[in-house]
C-alpha cells in the first residue's frame, strides 16, 4: 500500500480541507528532509508543518518547543487525532516520563517534545541517537537570539545536538527580522540552511472582490466578458453547475471547459494540460481542479458559490496571477450558500468540537464577505498579519460601502423569529415583518403577531439582504432540522436586549432594490 500523501493526512488525521498560505511548499521541503527555516506569521500554522512531515517520515520527530503548556496541548490535541506523541518535560509526573521511555523503547513514537533543558544532560544525544531519531523541529527558533528577549540558553545546544545526531533539522519562528534570522543560521545550521521560508501572507496585485448573488449566472458571464481572452477558473459548489455554466460561457463565445472529480482521468488530464498550453482558457471547476495546477499567469479566478472555508477561499483566489502580475478575483454569496455550508458541516461524521471550529472558519469567510471596511486587511489580519493601512486594491477600497445602524433591522428580525417558534425561514419571516397576509401566514395566525406589518420600511429584497447580514455575522443560523428554519445564536441575544448594536452595509441593501433582477 502506498504511504498517505501529505495532503490525505491533512484531512484525515488534522481535519483541515486546504493547507494554509505557504503550508503546502515548506511541509514539502521538511518532509523531504531539507534543513529548513520558516518564518510565518503568528497563527499561521507552523505546528501543521513539521506535525505533518513527522508522520510522513520513518521514525521519531523531536519538537524542541520553549513552553511546557503549549506542548502539553499539542500532545494531547494529537494523541487525540491517533497519533503516537508525547513529551519529556518538567511537567511531567514519573509515570509519564516512564511510559514515554517505554513508548520509545518500543519504536512507537512518532513526535517527542522536549523541553531545552533536557538537551543540558549530556545523556540526551546518546538516548536519541538508541531511540532511531530522524529529525529534529525546533518551534519558536529566535529563543536561540541571545539579543532578543525570548533567549533560552539551552537553545544554544541544538546545533550540537543536530550535529551529533546528523539529522536534518527545521525552524520555526514568526521573529522575521535579518538579525534574528541570521543568528538562527549560525547557531542552528553552522551558517548553512537549504531552504528559508519567509511568508507574508498578503498577495498584492490580486484585486479582491465579493458580491451578493442575486442572478449568478449573468454575474459570473458578465465578469468574464470583461476578461475575454484571459485565462481563468470558475469553482463552482457542484459538478453539474461546473458543466452547465461551461456551456453558457462557451455559447457567449469564451473558450471555456468543465472540470470535476467525476470524470475519467484522462478527461481531466486533458483539461488540465490545455489549461497549461492554451492561452485564455476558462476552467469551470470544482475545488478537485488546482492540487496539481500551476501555471503562472491565471488572470482571474471566480467563485460561483460560496467556498467553505476562509483558508480555502484564500488558496483559490492564491492561484491567480502568481506571475505577480495583476490578476482579479470575484466571489458570490447567497444564503443558500451559508445554509449548505452549514448543512455540510453538521451533517458530517467528525466530532463536535471540530464541526464547531469549521463553523468559525465559514464565519471568517461570511465576515470576509460582509466586511464594512479593506477586505484585504479583513483578510490578513484573520492570518494573523497586521495591516495599518487600507489597500486600495479590494472592491471595498474602490468604493467605500455606506454604512447604517441596522439594530432596530435586526431586532425586528429577531423578534420575528422568536414569535414564531424559530420554525421559519427568511421567506415567510419576510412576509410577516411587511406584514403581507398570506395564506401560510393566515394559516398559522401570524397576522395577529405584534411584528406583523411592522418592517414596511423596507422592501422585500433590502429585507433579504438584512438576514444574510445576519447570516453572516453569525446571528442566525439555519436549523437543519428543521428544513434551514432560523434560529437565533447567543451573539444575538445582546442586540435583541438592546445591550448592543450593530452596523450594517447600506450598499447592500439598497443595490439590492436598484439593481435590475435577471433571472439566472
Ligand atoms: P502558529 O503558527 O502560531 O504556531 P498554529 O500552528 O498554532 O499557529 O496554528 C494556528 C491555528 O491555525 C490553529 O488553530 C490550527 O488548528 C489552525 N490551522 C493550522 N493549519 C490549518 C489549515 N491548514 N487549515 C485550517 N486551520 C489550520
Ligand atoms: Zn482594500
Known sequence: MAAPSPSDLLSSVFGFGAFRPGQAEIVEAVTSGENTLAIMPTG??????????????????????????????????????????????SGNTPEETDAVFEAL?????????????????GAAANMLRRAGVSMIAVDE????????HDFRPDYLRIGELRRALDVPLAAFTATADEETR??????????????????????????LAFEAKNSPRNQILNFAAARKGRSGIVYCGTRAKTESLARALAEAGHL???????????????????????????????????????????????????PKSIEAYYQEIGRAGRDGAPAETLTLFGP???????????????PQERKAADHGRLNALLGLAEALGCRRQALLAYFGEERADPCGHCDLCDRPPELFDGTTAVRKALSAILRTGEYFGSGHLIDILLGNATEKVRERGHDG???????????????????????????????????????????????????????????????AKDRPVVKA
Open 105 to 121: 523503547d518500543r519504536g512507537e513514537l512518532k513526535l517527542l517534545y522536549m523541553a531545552p533543558e533536557r538537551l543540558a544532560s
Open 44 to 89: 499561521g500554522g507552523k505546528s501543521l508543518c513539521f506535525q505533518l512531515p513527522a508522520l510522513c517520515r520513518e521514525g521519531v520527530t523531536i519538537v524542541i518547543s520553549p513552553l511546557i503548556a503549549l506542548m502539553r496541548d499539542q500532545v494531547r490535541g494529537l494523541r487525540e487525532a491517533g497519533v503516537a506523541a508525547g513529551a519529556l518535560t
Open 449 to 511: 403577531l405584534p411584528t406583523f406589518g411592522v418592517g414596511t420600511e423596507y422592501d422585500k429584497r433590502q429585507w433579504q439582504a438584512v438576514f444574510r447580514q445576519m447570516m453572516g455575522h453569525d446571528l442566525v443560523r439555519p436549523d437543519p432540522e428543521r428544513h434551514g428554519a432560523l434560529r437565533m445564536t447567543d451573539p444575538a441575544r445582546p442586540i435583541l436586549r438592546g445591550e448592543a448594536s450593530i452596523t450594517l452595509r447600506k450598499d447592500s441593501v439598497q443595490r
Open 256 to 306: 471555456a471547459c468543465h472540470y470535476h472529480g467525476g470524470m475519467e482521468p484522462d478527461a481531466r488530464r486533458a483539461v488540465e494540460h490545455r489549461f497549461q498550453t492554451e492561452d485564455g482558457l476558462i476552467v469551470v471547476a470544482t475545488v478537485a481542479f488546482g492540487m496539481g495546477v500551476d501555471k503562472p499567469d491565471i488572470r482571474w479566478v471566480a467563485h460561483a458559490d460560496l
Open 182 to 207: 541570521g543568528e538562527i543560521v549560525t547557531r542552528l545550521f553552522d551558517g548553512q540552511v537549504a531552504r528559508v521560508f519567509l511568508h507574508g501572507f498578503d498577495r498584492p496585485n490580486i484585486h
Open 336 to 350: 443558500d450558500d451559508i445554509r449548505l455550508r452549514r448543512a455540510q458541516i453538521d451533517e458530517g461524521l467528525a
Open 141 to 148: 527558533a529566535h529563543c536561540v537570539s541571545q539579543w532578543g
